[in-house]
């Protein structure tokens, strides 16, 4: 369908995010579906295969049970699966699920030191994110950076924040 739509719509830019937990067998184990990290990959690489307007991301989410190792998976994801474009979440508590306070300061820490790399790799041109020659890039790119800065400040006490005036209003 990747090329179907890059056809169809040779005037726009096409981004798919996909989403990547862990290495393969925990990533298997968190998402309970065997084999999916290779579908992940296998998808990216069909992705990056059509080319022209199209753009895959992938997508890390700092938890509970990868904090320990999320350089490793940032690492082997540039450097075995040959990512060009990542994004990064932390965890969120769902409905009744509490993360526990010490915990959540790890998985903050941990999205720090991530997202500190991938800013510097950025910076360098070891990743290239979003595609920087379109506006549509260069927007997802900056909108990452400050989605970074606020789940910094906010991820330990989450808050509301506005940067709409008229939201400051009700």
């Known amino acids: ?14 981004t798919f995010s996909f989403s990547i937990d862990d290495f393969p067998e925990q990533h298997a184990r968190i998402r309970k579906i065997n084999g999916l990290f290779e579908h992940v990959v296998e998808s990216c690489q069909a992705v990056k295969e ?3 307007n199209t753009d895959a991301n992938i997508t890390i989410t700092v ?11 940032y690492e082997h994801l540039i450097e075995k699966v040959g990512v ?3 994004s990064a979440n ?3 508590d769902e409905g009744i699920y509490q993360t526990p306070k010490i ?22 041109g070891r990743l ?3 595609d920087p020659s379109t506006l549509q890039g260069r927007l997802a790119n900056r909108k990452n950076a400050i ?6 400040d906010t991820y330990l006490e989450p808050h509301y924040i506005s940067p709409c005036r008229s939201g400051s209003l009700f």
Do not use: C, W
Not at 106 to 112: G, N, P, R, T, V
Not at 147 to 152: P, S, T, V
């Open 147 to 152: 989605l970074h800065g606020i789940l910094k």
């Open 50 to 52: 059509v080319g022209g």
């Open 128 to 130: 290239e994110g979003y």
């Open 103 to 124: 915990l959540k300061q790890k998985i903050l820490d941990a999205y720090i030191k991530l997202t500190d790399r991938m800013k510097r790799d950025l910076e360098s």
């Open 63 to 73: 938890s509970g049970e990868n904090y320990k190792h999320i350089m490793d998976i």
């Open 1 to 14: 369908y990747v090329q179907e739509l890059s056809s169809e719509f040779p005037d726009r830019r096409l």
């Open 84 to 86: 060009k474009s990542i």
């Open 90 to 92: 932390p965890v969120r």
